[in-house]
């Protein structure tokens, strides 16, 4: 299988009073294949929504390199920005704030094929039913507006214009959090079976680890703007590695009583991520924390398809 999105060394930092720099993501890499999915986790904050935003050029990166289906596409010029357009998409979080309450249905999913241009308006509508039956959105929604449907069915209205140009790649945004838990459900059987049906690949960002481990592939997990690890889905959940990534894991929610189960407590404040000192950003948090954290820490490999970015672990 084939790179998709290739990701190295990737930054975005925010200018603050007094010329300070906000690391949002600082320094990112990592590799999806084609049509399958990385999950992005971590606390609010950390960064995930603005690394999708960067990859689809929505945020401009600080630095770094960006590589889609082996095209270098980190400084687009108008040509290569309609190619990351047509190409890459994104499903928003909010299922309302994101469509324009004036817009009807049809008139929302055709946008981007309007904007394209090249495609009769017959067409157009044409190809609009069809994306409203394959997102299960029934044709006697085409001019109804968002105020007028549920969060699950403004939510399909997001993924039919995700679909709309054919794209290859789609990050989404915390498709689900806003729904409820039997609408999510559905959505995410939804973006599976798009998967399988159009070898789509994604980025999946959330905060809710069981919902990750249900669609992803490999999960990388950041904890203000950095890689703390990067492993297959099953492998992490099995065998987490850094400290952060267990006490993520600690905190699900057991439905069994009779199990015993035990929460690994995050401790002390959070370290800003305005002009960051070069060591362990959780070490604040960390309860194995030790004078070796202060220094600055890199991913390393500590099985082949494993890698985690903790003195302790490597050693």
Known sequence: ?????EVQELKKYFRVDGGSQLHAVDGVSFKIEKGQTLGVVGESGCGKSTLGRV??????????????????ISNPN????????ENMQIIFQDPFSSLNPRMSVSETIMEPMIIKGGISRSD????????MDTVGLAQRFTNSYPHELDGGRRQRIGIARSLALDPKFIVC???VSALDVSIQAQILNLLLDLQEERNLSYIFITHDLSVVKYISNNILVMY????????PSDELFENPAHPYTEALLSAIPVADIHVKHERLQMKGELTSPIDPKPGCRFMARCPYAAEKCAEPQTLQNISPDHQVSCWMKQS
């Open 1 to 5: 299988m084939s790179d998709i999105l």
């Open 55 to 72: 990859i689809l050029h929505l945020i401009e990166p600080s630095g770094g390199q960006i590589f889609f289906e082996g095209k270098d």
């Open 78 to 85: 108008r040509s290569m920005i309609n190619y990351v357009r």
């Open 124 to 131: 157009m509508y044409e190809k609009t039913l069809k994306l």
């Open 173 to 175: 945004d915390e498709p």
């Open 224 to 231: 203000l703007g950095q890689m703390v690890e990067l492993a």
